[in-house]
């Protein structure tokens, strides 16, 4: 039997042992009144001499996560959910029984403690116990060297072990919510209404997108779990609620990678009267507004490279970016042949059938999105590739779109919408009629038009990628550090 399983094995042997005594070893009376963090902000200044004339008793409970025996004596440190505290336990404080269930207790295990505040001689904050409650044996040892693992996988598939190990990981998660919370507040603020919309459809759309696919029994009708809200927030703009925004969680059956997972996270937020242009404004705002609530400042490092959001940011359209970046002349894009030569010498395997724009974008995924590092708007896409944005006034075949980046990935993108339901209806029937053989599902969303058909306000709608916008504000390199519980091929 290995190290590890005889561990197990003894901690089991403990738990037994604490059934035929009696003692429940996972109890749930014990209810603690106070955090580690509130005991440091009371006492961590005060003098030992001060703390000797607390006369009020404590209750803190916690995770064992060091120990220190001297045989009379034992020190304890306990983590909760605001931080660490030392403990120090005694059996003429204790008593025989609390004091014999001390001396069993291992690395892992929770527990409730009730004591006063007193500081060691080495100057550390610390309570003494008097009474003591095991709450949860852990009959899996925390990993001694878990902080060296070089098994990323396996920090993500247990992340449970992660937290409890790594305070760094907690705090990314906590960073995330003040995130998430912030975001709501400034929406809220702007009179935007925060809305929920179906998670399956009958019709995917709102993106180009493989979805997943299930079945309703009682309907015996197959559904998707949504690519997008986009199209039913847009119904809600017909509807009168002029400002909408979710927070939503959105699938899509492709590839994972440092910046994709299957299940991830967006805002997506409408406003009536208003067009891309509009929401390139608020999108500095808010994210300018955010780093200053997370981080304390519009400028930060991410993954060494020093990130300014101070407005105004550049803008540049699609295909300028392509030839600046590229360093090819705008005769390239004139000749198809030598545009399609271009792109093969890049490595894009494009197809003769594609169309100027959805070569244009291919290319612009190869040879600009890398070298974005500054926030960057990418500006008025192919209508090819738009077939939800409204058409610029005064440039045939282009849409009022924009995309956001920042270190080199896509955080937003945005576009002034199409509410001319003529118009909709035959985008929707060009995508058919060019349908590739890629295994997209493509169907007209018949509803959609009929809402159209009621007369949508002119309106700029816009996504942006949470757990990119968080990968960015607590310098994570992966989309799985950002993700409590990232999609993993399955355990062997």
């Given amino acids: 039997m290995d190290e590890g399983r005889e561990l197990i094995e003894r901690r089991r042997q ?42 009020e008793t404590f209750a803190l409970a916690g995770r064992v996560m060091a120990r220190r025996d001297f045989g009379k004596a034992i020190f304890l440190q306990i983590q909760d959910r605001k931080g660490q505290l030392q403990l120090y336990l005694r059996q003429d404080a204790l008593g025989e029984v609390a004091y014999g269930q001390a001396r069993d207790i291992d690395l892992g295990d929770l527990i409730g403690v009730e004591g006063r505040p007193f500081r060691t001689r080495t100057g550390e904050l ?4 008097q009474a003591l409650v095991p709450l949860a044996k852990a009959i899996r040892p925390l990993p001694e060297k878990w902080h060296g693992l070089t ?55 709102g993106a180009a997108a493989r979805p997943f696919k299930t079945h309703h029994q009682a309907l015996d009708t197959d559904l998707y779990l949504r690519i997008a809200p986009e199209l039913y927030l847009k119904r809600l703009l017909v509807g009168g609620f002029e400002r909408v925004y979710e927070i939503n969680r959105n699938f899509r059956n492709e590839g994972l990678s440092v910046q994709h997972n299957p299940e991830f996270t ?60 590229g360093g090819i002349g705008r005769e390239v ?96 029937e060009a995508q058919l009629r ?31 990628g949470i757990d990119r916008l968080v990968m960015l504000f607590t310098n994570a390199a992966s989309i799985r550090e950002v993700i409590l519980f990232p999609q993993l091929r399955p355990e062997r």
Avoid: C
């Fill in 151 to 205: 098994d990323i996988e396996t920090r993500y598939r247990q992340r449970y072990v992660d937290l409890i190990v790594n305070p760094q990981v907690r705090e990314l998660f906590q960073r995330r919510s003040r995130i998430i919370r912030r975001l709501r507040e400034f929406f809220d603020a702007r009179d935007f209404l925060e809305v929920e919309t179906p998670m399956m459809h009958q019709i995917p759309g």
């Fill in 126 to 129: 610390t309570l003494r116990a």
């Fill in 434 to 464: 060019g349908a590739r053989d890629d295994g997209l599902p493509r169907e007209i969303d018949e509803d959609f038009v009929r809402a159209l058909e009621y007369g949508m306000p002119p309106a700029a709608g816009e996504g942006i």
């Fill in 266 to 325: 967006m805002v997506e937020f409408y406003q009536a009267y208003a067009t891309y242009e509009d929401l390139m404004e608020l999108t500095e705002e808010l994210l300018v507004h955010l780093a200053k609530e997370v981080l304390g400042s519009a400028q930060f490092d991410y993954q060494g490279t020093s990130v300014d959001l101070t407005p105004p940011w550049e803008r540049l359209r699609l295909e300028e970016a392509v030839l600046k970046f």
């Fill in 333 to 428: 894009f004139a000749d198809p042949e030598q545009a399609l030569a271009y792109a093969r010498s890049l490595g894009v395997g494009a197809d003769p059938t594609w169309s100027r724009g959805e070569l244009l974008t291919e290319l612009f995924e190869v040879v600009v999105q890398p070298r974005l590092h500054r926030p960057t708007f990418i500006l008025d896409f192919p209508v090819e590739v738009s077939p939800l944005a409204r058409s610029r006034d005064d440039a045939p075949g282009l849409v009022e779109r924009f995309e956001l980046y920042i270190a080199g990935r896509e955080i937003a993108n945005a576009f002034s919408e199409l509410n001319d339901p003529e118009e909709q209806r035959g985008r929707f």
């Fill in 14 to 55: 403990k738990v037994a042992a604490l059934r035929r005594e009696g003692i429940p070893p996972y109890p749930n009376r014990f209810k603690p009144r106070h955090t580690t963090e509130e005991l440091r902000q009371r006492f961590g200044t005060l003098p030992a001499e001060a703390l000797e004339t607390v006369a």
